[in-house]
């Protein structure tokens, strides 16, 4: 059972645009919503992370918006720049327990 | 500061093969993972070490174990490597398990012919 669920599985956008990318959860202990990013050949890295006693956290280009009720997290980002093509993965934890993360969204920003 | 280091960065074995993949963290961190990456399965959970002296299985433990060595190194073991193990490995460590940020290796990409 696939407890984050992430779409779309590759994304294309134009620059300038805004990208956005959802994830899906079941499991409502989980308290814990990061977003990494991974170029190629690197280890992800953290990008975001919000906990569910906020509905958005924005960091420069970057927000996750959090729905509670629906278990939903997205990722947007405004003006979308060339170097902003990576792979992007959702996550989520409860307690002290690991991440468990999506499949993953390969963004690809043309010029 | 090197963060988590894992070596080999490359590996080709033949089927019934072993090895170990090796991981050192320098952040003084309590918790060490071992994820595996595959095109379109994202990132599985292999093994994690919630602590020094501590293992637990995750998703896909089948046909690896593991040891922590103390509180700076992690390795994985594939006692007899199968063609179903070429992929991505990559080791994370976090300060603790959980809601804090996990920093990762760059990664092993481990072939098995």
């Known amino acids: 059972q696939q407890q984050v669920k992430q779409s779309p599985q590759s994304l294309i956008v134009q620059k300038g645009g805004i990208s956005i990318i959802n994830c899906a959860y079941e499991?409502?202990?989980?308290?814990?919503f990061p977003w990494y990013q991974q170029f190629p050949g690197k280890g992800p890295a953290l990008l975001i992370a919000?906990?569910?006693?906020?509905s958005e956290k924005k960091e420069g280009r970057f927000t996750i918006s959090f729905n509670k009720s629906a278990k939903q997290f997205s990722l947007h980002i405004m003006d979308s720049q060339p170097g902003d093509s990576a792979t992007y993965f959702c996550a989520a934890s409860r307690g002290n327990t690991p991440l468990v993360f999506g499949k993953g969204t390969r963004l690809s920003v043309i010029a | 500061n090197a963060g988590v280091t894992q070596t080999p960065k490359f590996q080709v074995l033949k089927t019934g093969q072993s090895m170990t993949l090796q991981c050192a963290q320098d952040m003084n961190h309590n918790s060490m993972y071992w994820y595996r990456q595959d095109p379109g399965m994202g990132l599985r959970l292999i093994y994690y070490s919630a602590s020094e002296g501590t293992t637990d299985k995750g998703e896909v433990p089948n046909g690896y174990n593991v040891s922590r060595l103390n509180k700076r190194e992690f390795s994985l073991r594939l006692e007899s490597a199968a063609p179903s193990q070429t992929s991505v490995y990559f080791c994370a460590s976090s300060a603790a398990q959980g809601n804090t940020e996990a920093f990762f290796g760059q990664g092993t990409r481990l072939t098995v012919v």
């Open positions: 919000i906990r569910p006693d906020v």
């Open positions: 499991n409502t202990a989980f308290d814990y």
